[in-house]
């Protein structure tokens, strides 16, 4: 499956989605306290979502799946 990662973060309230390319699904929705959250223990730096590097986006795409799902793990 490949993923594409839309990220709008510059406008008032921000969001990062986690798309399926193929059918445009969301798979995963991280809002800004989310994203504050993610970037406040340093897992989320911005210079990646830019990056075209195959790997860094993959391990992003990958660590940003496993925050969404702790996140809705928790009590």
Known sequence: ???????WL????PYLR???????EVCA?????ALDELRD????ELH???SNEPLV???LVRNLF???YARALRP
Not at 10 to 13: A, H, I, S, Y
């Open 48 to 50: 990646e979502l830019n």
């Open 66 to 68: 496993l925050y969404c």
């Open 41 to 44: 223990q340093g897992d989320l």
């Open 1 to 7: 499956m490949t993923y594409l990662i839309d990220a």
């Open 18 to 24: 986690i798309l399926n390319r193929n059918t445009g």
């Open 57 to 59: 986006l993959k391990e």
């Open 10 to 13: 510059d406008r008032p309230q």
């Open 29 to 33: 929705l991280l809002k800004e306290d």
